[in-house]
C-alpha cells in the first residue's frame, strides 16, 4: 500500500478556501485515494474519493493531477466546524483491502 | 453514525483483566474492522472481517482477540489487558462492493 505524506497541520480563517495536499509517490495503478475526517473523540468520517482528474460532491473537491503522485483536498470557504483531522489514504480495493492512516493534517479554522 | 455501535462508550480497568469491546451493526455490511487510536496519532488496523467466517488479522494484533458471531456483530477482545493498551478504540463496516468505512463512535479504554 502506497505511503502518503501530509502537512502535519494547517491554520485558516472562516470564509477562505482551504487546500491540503497530500503526496503518494509510490501510488499503483488501481489504487484510489480516499479522504476522511475526524473530529475529536469521534470517528472518521468519509469525505471524498477518486482515482484521476477532480471529483466534487457537496462537501469538497478533489484534484488529482495526471501522474497521481500527489492529491488535493479542497474546501471551500471553511467555517470553525471544518476544525478537524484530514487524512489521506491511497489503496486499491481488492480481499486485501484495509486502510493505513498516518498522522492525518490537523486544520485550525480561527473566527 | 448511529447505524455502528460500540459498548462501552468508556471503560477504566487494571492490568491483567480480561476486557471484551462490543460493536454492533444495522447497515447490513458484511465487512467490519477493529482500530485502535493513540492520542495525536492515526488510526491502526487490529483485525478485519469479510464475513462471519473470515478473520484476518491487521497491523497490530497482538494481545487482540476478535469475534464475528453474527454478520452484525464483532467483539474485540483484550485477553490481559496492559497499560499501553490505553487507546481510544474504534470499529467501523463496509459494504463487500463500497469502499467507505463507516466508524462506530469509539469507546476509550484506559489500562491502569
Known amino acids: 500500500l502506497a505511503k502518503t505524506t501530509q502537512p502535519i497541520s494547517m491554520d485558516s480563517y472562516e470564509g477562505q478556501e482551504v487546500n491540503i495536499t497530500c503526496s503518494h509517490n509510490?501510488?499503483?495503478?488501481?489504487?484510489?485515494i480516499t479522504w476522511y475526517q475526524q473530529f475529536p473523540s469521534q470517528g472518521p468520517r468519509f469525505i471524498i474519493q477518486?482515482?484521476?482528474t477532480k471529483v466534487t460532491n457537496e462537501v469538497a473537491s478533489l484534484f488529482i493531477p495526471a501522474d497521481r503522485k500527489s492529491s488535493t483536498l479542497s474546501l471551500p470557504r471553511v467555517s470553525l466546524s471544518d476544525t478537524a483531522v484530514y487524512y489521506c489514504l491511497v489503496g486499491d480495493w481488492d480481499s486485501s483491502y484495509k486502510l493505513i492512516f498516518g498522522s492525518g493534517t490537523r486544520l485550525l479554522v480561527r473566527p | 453514525d448511529a447505524d455502528v455501535t460500540q459498548t462501552p462508550r468508556n471503560r477504566i480497568t487494571k492490568t491483567g483483566k480480561r476486557i471484551m469491546l462490543e460493536c454492533s451493526q444495522t447497515k447490513g455490511h458484511d465487512r467490519m474492522y477493529w482500530y485502535r487510536q493513540d492520542p495525536g496519532l492515526g488510526l491502526r488496523l487490529i483485525y478485519y472481517s469479510f464475513d462471519v467466517k473470515d478473520i484476518n488479522k491487521g497491523e497490530i494484533s497482538d494481545g487482540y482477540s476478535v469475534s464475528r458471531q453474527a454478520q452484525a456483530k464483532f467483539s474485540l477482545s483484550l485477553e490481559s489487558a496492559i497499560p499501553n493498551q490505553t487507546a481510544l478504540y474504534f470499529c467501523?463496516?463496509?459494504?463487500?462492493?463500497?469502499?467507505?468505512?463507516?466508524f462506530g463512535p469509539g469507546t476509550r479504554l484506559t489500562v491502569l
Open positions: 509510490n501510488i499503483a495503478t488501481n489504487d484510489y
Open positions: 477518486g482515482y484521476k
Open positions: 467501523a463496516t463496509s459494504d463487500f462492493d463500497e469502499d467507505t468505512q463507516y
